[in-house]
């Protein structure tokens, strides 16, 4: 019986051994194609100027290069699906508040497939007048993260619910 047993054990080993690195390389390759699926996030959604509709708070801060300028306001702005938007703000500049009390502005947006974008904003808030801006669209369209080009001033936008 010993000569058996250890017949079996030595065939019983190495088939367990290669059962075992079968199951596991099985389970490494779905959890592989699990995080990849997680990882790219871009094949399950898919923006588009629709996806910002309705009206955004928004928080501003930052400093205006050239000018010496630091900027802290806020903003109501209103998306129309369309590639529209017309907002109000109040922006404070090194301190002091803005001639009128919430200044009006209107422009244009366009939002990528991938959830990027840009916006124009015309508004005689700004130093220049027009006001361009590169965004991202996060939380399935209620937050828009913001950076003023060609400045150091950052925004953030919430969805008025």
């Known amino acids: 019986m010993n000569k ?10 190495p088939v367990a051994i290669i059962c075992g690195l079968l199951f596991s ?5 779905a959890q592989f194609n699990g995080e990849a699926t997680q990882q790219t ?3 399950r959604r898919s923006c588009s100027n629709r996806t910002l509709h ?16 630091s900027i802290r306001g806020v903003a109501m702005a209103h998306f129309d699906g ?10 404070v ?22 959830c990027t974008g ?16 590169h965004f991202v669209v996060v939380k399935q369209g209620k937050e828009i993260r913001q950076v003023v080009d ?9 969805k008025v619910e």
């Open 93 to 114: 500049t090194n301190g002091m508040p803005p001639p009128q009390e919430w200044t009006p502005g209107s422009g244009t947006y366009t939002v990528n497939p991938d």
């Open 82 to 91: 369309n590639g529209n938007l017309t907002q109000v703000d109040h922006v």
């Open 150 to 158: 060609e400045n150091a001033v950052t925004a953030v936008a919430v």
């Open 4 to 13: 058996l047993t250890s017949k079996i054990s030595m065939i019983a080993l």
């Open 118 to 133: 840009r916006a124009v904003i015309h508004t005689p808030s700004s130093f220049t007048g027009v006001l361009n801006l």
């Open 54 to 69: 309705g009206d955004y708070g928004t928080t501003i801060e930052g400093f205006i290069l050239g000018a010496g300028v």
């Open 41 to 43: 996030p871009e094949l």
């Open 25 to 29: 390389s099985a389970s490494a390759i």
